[in-house]
C-alpha cells in the first residue's frame, strides 16, 4: 500500500518513510535586465561604433593629408628628373625659332658642318625622333612636357596637358588648360594646380607678389614671367580669367585690354575648400635656352 502511494506520488521507488528522497522540479524565472542595464548596453555599443568611425574618419584624413601628398610629391619630383634625362639626350642649346618645323630648312641651319656631316641640321632631326610631340607644338593629352620653378613658394614641378584629376593634377603635376597658348607663344599660357592634397603644388600661391618670377621651361627654352596681380578670390564660372587677354567677368576692375604673352595661375580658395578660386597673373618678360638644371 505504501509503496502504490509513493509511485502514484511519483516517490523514487525504495525510498523508506519520511527519510527517503523526494525529486522535485523547481522552475527558476530569470530577471528581465532594468532598463539602466539596457541604457549601459547601448551606451557601450554606442561608443564603440563612435570609437570604430572615428579611426576610420582619421585614417581617411591621414591618407588624403599626409599620403596622398607623399605619394604625388615624390612622383612629381621623379617625373621632372626623367623629363631633364630626356632633354640631356638632345643637345639642350638647340632651340629652334617658333614655328616649329620650318626652322629646320633654309639659312645654314640645315647644312651639317665638320667633316662628319653631323651639324644642327642633324641634331634637330635626332631631337625631332625623340620627342615628335614636342618639336608638333601640340603635346599630347595628359603629357608631361615642361617645368614651372616658382623661387618665392619653392615650388619646381612637371606641367602636363589637360587638368584631368587622375592623370594629372591628382598625381601632383601642374596642368596646362587645352586651347590657351603654350609657354612663350604670344595669349595667354593657363596653368592649374591642387591647393591642398596631391602634393599641392599651388599651397601657397596666394603668397606670390608683384615683381615675383616664374620660369618655365620645355625642350627649346626657359620663358620667365614676372607677376604682375592677383585676384583672391572669384567664382569658378569665372572663365575670362583664361581668356587671350585675360579678365574677371565677376570683378571687371581686375583685366587686362591688351594682347600681350600672359600667364595665369589658378587654384582653389579658401584652402580645403573649392568655392572660389584664387588667380595669379603674370607677363612674359624674357626667353632664352633651357639652363640644365633650372639654374639662374
Given at each position: 500500500?505504501?509503496?502504490?502511494?509513493?509511485?502514484?506520488?511519483?516517490?523514487?521507488?525504495?525510498?523508506?518513510g519520511?527519510?527517503?528522497?523526494?525529486?522535485?522540479?523547481?522552475?527558476?524565472?530569470?530577471?528581465?535586465?532594468?532598463k539602466?542595464?539596457?541604457?549601459?548596453?547601448?551606451?557601450w555599443?554606442g561608443g564603440?561604433?563612435?570609437?570604430?568611425?572615428?579611426l576610420?574618419?582619421?585614417?581617411?584624413?591621414?591618407?588624403?593629408?599626409?599620403?596622398?601628398?607623399r605619394?604625388?610629391r615624390?612622383?612629381?619630383?621623379?617625373?621632372v628628373?626623367?623629363l631633364?634625362?630626356?632633354?640631356?639626350?638632345?643637345?639642350?642649346?638647340?632651340?629652334?625659332?617658333?614655328?616649329?618645323?620650318?626652322?629646320?630648312?633654309?639659312g645654314?641651319?640645315?647644312?651639317g658642318?665638320?667633316?662628319?656631316?653631323?651639324?644642327?641640321?642633324?641634331?634637330?632631326r635626332?631631337?625631332?625622333?625623340?620627342?615628335?610631340?614636342l618639336?608638333?607644338?601640340?603635346?599630347?593629352?595628359?603629357?608631361?612636357y615642361?617645368?614651372?620653378?616658382?623661387?618665392r613658394?619653392?615650388?619646381?614641378?612637371?606641367?602636363?596637358e589637360?587638368?584631368?584629376?587622375?592623370?594629372?593634377?591628382?598625381?601632383?603635376?601642374?596642368?596646362?588648360?587645352?586651347?590657351?597658348?603654350?609657354?612663350?607663344?604670344t595669349?595667354?599660357v593657363?596653368?592649374?594646380?591642387?591647393?591642398n592634397?596631391?602634393?599641392?603644388?599651388?599651397?601657397?600661391?596666394?603668397?606670390?607678389?608683384?615683381?615675383?618670377?616664374?620660369?618655365?621651361?620645355?625642350?627649346?627654352?626657359?620663358?620667365?614671367?614676372?607677376?604682375?596681380?592677383?585676384?583672391?578670390?572669384?567664382?569658378?564660372?569665372?572663365?575670362?580669367?583664361?581668356?587671350?587677354?585675360?579678365?574677371?567677368?565677376?570683378?571687371?576692375?581686375?583685366?587686362?585690354?591688351?594682347?600681350?604673352?600672359?600667364l595665369?595661375?589658378?587654384?582653389?580658395?579658401?584652402?580645403?575648400?573649392?568655392?572660389?578660386?584664387?588667380?595669379?597673373?603674370a607677363?612674359?618678360?624674357?626667353?632664352?635656352?633651357?639652363?640644365?638644371?633650372?639654374?639662374?
Amino acid at each position: 500500500m505504501a509503496g502504490a502511494c509513493r509511485r502514484a506520488y511519483g516517490a523514487p521507488p525504495g525510498g523508506g518513510g519520511l527519510g527517503g528522497e523526494v525529486g522535485v522540479r523547481v522552475g527558476v524565472r530569470r530577471r528581465r535586465p532594468g532598463k539602466r542595464q539596457v541604457l549601459a548596453r547601448v551606451l557601450w555599443t554606442g561608443g564603440e561604433v563612435a570609437v570604430t568611425i572615428g579611426l576610420v574618419v582619421l585614417l581617411l584624413v591621414a591618407h588624403q593629408m599626409w599620403w596622398t601628398n607623399r605619394e604625388a610629391r615624390a612622383g612629381a619630383k621623379r617625373q621632372v628628373e626623367s623629363l631633364e634625362r630626356q632633354w640631356s639626350a638632345d643637345d639642350p642649346s638647340v632651340t629652334p625659332p617658333s614655328g616649329g618645323d620650318d626652322a629646320d630648312s633654309g639659312g645654314t641651319g640645315g647644312r651639317g658642318t665638320g667633316s662628319g656631316g653631323t651639324g644642327a641640321g642633324d641634331t634637330r632631326r635626332q631631337s625631332r625622333t625623340a620627342i615628335p610631340t614636342l618639336r608638333a607644338g601640340t603635346p599630347s593629352r595628359n603629357q608631361t612636357y615642361a617645368v614651372i620653378r616658382i623661387p618665392r613658394i619653392g615650388l619646381t614641378a612637371p606641367v602636363a596637358e589637360g587638368i584631368s584629376k587622375p592623370h594629372v593634377l591628382n598625381k601632383g603635376y601642374v596642368g596646362h588648360y587645352p586651347g590657351t597658348a603654350q609657354p612663350g607663344q604670344t595669349g595667354n599660357v593657363a596653368l592649374a594646380g591642387h591647393r591642398n592634397t596631391h602634393g599641392e603644388p599651388f599651397r601657397h600661391l596666394d603668397e606670390l607678389r608683384p615683381g615675383d618670377r616664374v620660369s618655365i621651361e620645355t625642350f627649346h627654352a626657359r620663358f620667365t614671367y614676372v607677376v604682375e596681380r592677383t585676384l583672391p578670390r572669384t567664382s569658378p564660372s569665372d572663365g575670362t580669367v583664361i581668356a587671350k587677354v585675360p579678365y574677371s567677368s565677376v570683378h571687371p576692375r581686375y583685366r587686362y585690354t591688351e594682347p600681350g604673352s600672359y600667364l595665369t595661375l589658378t587654384t582653389c580658395t579658401p584652402e580645403y575648400t573649392s568655392r572660389y578660386r584664387l588667380v595669379v597673373w603674370a607677363k612674359l618678360t624674357a626667353a632664352g635656352p633651357r639652363v640644365v638644371g633650372g639654374a639662374s
